[in-house]
């Protein structure tokens, strides 16, 4: 009987202390934590100081509570321990310790330890370099946070490391897979890749309609890269699209784009699109030619 008044106690106590941490009442919930922790020992409660020890930034009190956690099994405070490792809060600065709680967590499901490993093997944090195993990692997050926005820049990076050879052999047909996982969630950087793939004919058959539906998703939500690739595609289009194609190569030339200054030269150079102007062509040739681009550079020396 004592030991069920207990329980039911531990849990009324808890259930405050979580209330008072949702509405960052760290202090007053710390006293509810403690009161759940005499009545019982368990590894969430422990989880939930360091948290707030942690919210109050002090670092050394929630790194005590996160190994007391984390050493009953706890995968998020393993994850939590290991990044206080990783950033030397609480704890001294030490990769390879980060590691070994990241990979206890990690082989328990936690996805935000899975996504971890895959960066310290990704960029060598307490482990030698090794992109084989960061793409297994990677692949092992996104699996579980499939349709989540967090994975966006994990299956951009898979994208570049199978595009590239970053590592792992190159595979532009799996570049492409990952492209489109967070290209169609609508991320301008992935869209900006996955129509680079359709222009060039990579992992893809050439597909120059596909290519500028996927830059003109980008380009509309403001990246520059993708907004001088539309310009592109009406620079080169027949028929060509003056008025369309210096349009977006001045969006993203305004952005500091050398290849769009270099083309927004070009167009006022030769009247293509806008108005000749050999005062305006010089200033975005100029602008270009700044920032090394040869092109820009041999052709004010035509004007």
Same mark, same amino acid.
């Given at each position: 009987?004592?030991?069920?008044?207990?329980? +039911?106690? @531990?849990?009324?106590?808890?259930?405050?202390?979580?209330?008072?941490?949702?509405?960052? %009442?760290?202090?007053?919930?710390?006293?509810?934590?403690?009161? @759940?922790?005499?009545?019982?020992?368990?590894?969430?409660?422990? $989880?939930? $100081?360091?948290?707030?020890?942690?919210?109050?930034?002090?670092?050394?009190?929630?790194?005590?509570?996160?190994?007391?956690?984390?050493?009953?099994?706890?995968?998020?405070?393993?994850?939590?321990?290991?990044?206080?490792?990783? %950033?030397?809060?609480?704890?001294?600065? %030490?990769?390879?310790?980060? +590691?070994?709680?990241?990979?206890?967590? @990690?082989?328990?499901?936690?996805? +935000?330890?899975?996504?971890?490993?895959?960066?310290?093997?990704?960029?060598?944090?307490?482990?030698?370099?090794?992109?084989?195993?960061?793409?297994?990692?990677?692949?092992?997050?996104?699996?579980?946070?499939?349709?989540?926005?967090?994975?966006?820049?994990?299956?951009?990076?898979?994208?570049?490391?199978?595009?590239?050879?970053?590592?792992?052999?190159?595979?532009?047909?799996?570049?492409? *897979?990952?492209?489109?996982?967070? =290209?169609?969630?609508?991320?301008?950087?992935?869209?900006?890749?996955?129509?680079?793939?359709? &222009?060039?004919?990579?992992?893809?058959?050439? %597909?120059?309609?596909?290519?500028?539906?996927?830059?003109?998703?980008?380009?509309?939500?403001? $990246?520059?890269?993708?907004? &001088?690739?539309?310009?592109?595609?009406?620079?080169?289009?027949?028929?060509?699209?003056?008025?369309?194609?210096? *349009?977006?190569?001045? $969006? =993203?030339?305004?952005?500091?784009?050398?290849?769009?200054?270099? &083309?927004?030269?070009?167009?006022?150079?030769?009247?293509?699109? +806008?108005?000749?102007?050999?005062?305006?062509?010089?200033?975005?040739?100029?602008?270009?030619?700044?920032?090394?681009?040869?092109?820009?550079?041999?052709?004010?020396?035509?004007?």
């Amino acid at each position: 009987m004592e030991q069920m008044v207990t329980k +039911v106690n @531990a849990q009324e106590y808890m259930q405050k202390g979580i209330e008072l941490y949702d509405s960052s %009442d760290y202090q007053t919930a710390i006293q509810y934590f403690k009161k @759940a922790l005499d009545a019982s020992n368990n590894a969430e409660t422990m $989880l939930y $100081l360091g948290q707030c020890y942690h919210a109050m930034q002090d670092y050394k009190e929630a790194a005590k509570w996160y190994q007391q956690s984390a050493e009953q099994g706890n995968p998020l405070a393993q994850y939590r321990l290991g990044m206080c490792y990783l %950033d030397g809060e609480g704890v001294p600065e %030490d990769d390879k310790e980060a +590691v070994k709680w990241f990979d206890l967590s @990690a082989r328990q499901g936690k996805p +935000v330890a899975q996504r971890m490993m895959g960066d310290c093997y990704y960029n060598g944090y307490g482990v030698a370099v090794d992109k084989k195993e960061a793409v297994s990692w990677y692949k092992l997050y996104v699996e579980q946070r499939e349709g989540k926005a967090a994975v966006a820049p994990i299956t951009i990076r898979l994208g570049m490391m199978y595009l590239e050879g970053d590592g792992i052999p190159k595979n532009a047909e799996e570049a492409v *897979k990952w492209f489109r996982v967070s =290209a169609k969630q609508g991320f301008s950087q992935a869209q900006y890749y996955l129509g680079c793939c359709y &222009f060039h004919g990579n992992g893809v058959s050439k %597909d120059k309609e596909e290519a500028e539906k996927w830059f003109r998703k980008s380009a509309e939500q403001g $990246l520059a890269d993708a907004q &001088f690739m539309m310009g592109l595609c009406y620079y080169t289009g027949l028929p060509w699209h003056g008025k369309e194609s210096a *349009k977006w190569f001045k $969006l =993203a030339a305004e952005q500091g784009n050398a290849d769009a200054q270099l &083309f927004m030269g070009m167009c006022y150079k030769d009247g293509f699109g +806008v108005s000749e102007d050999k005062g305006e062509a010089e200033k975005w040739l100029k602008l270009s030619a700044k920032q090394g681009n040869h092109r820009a550079i041999e052709l004010l020396n035509d004007i």
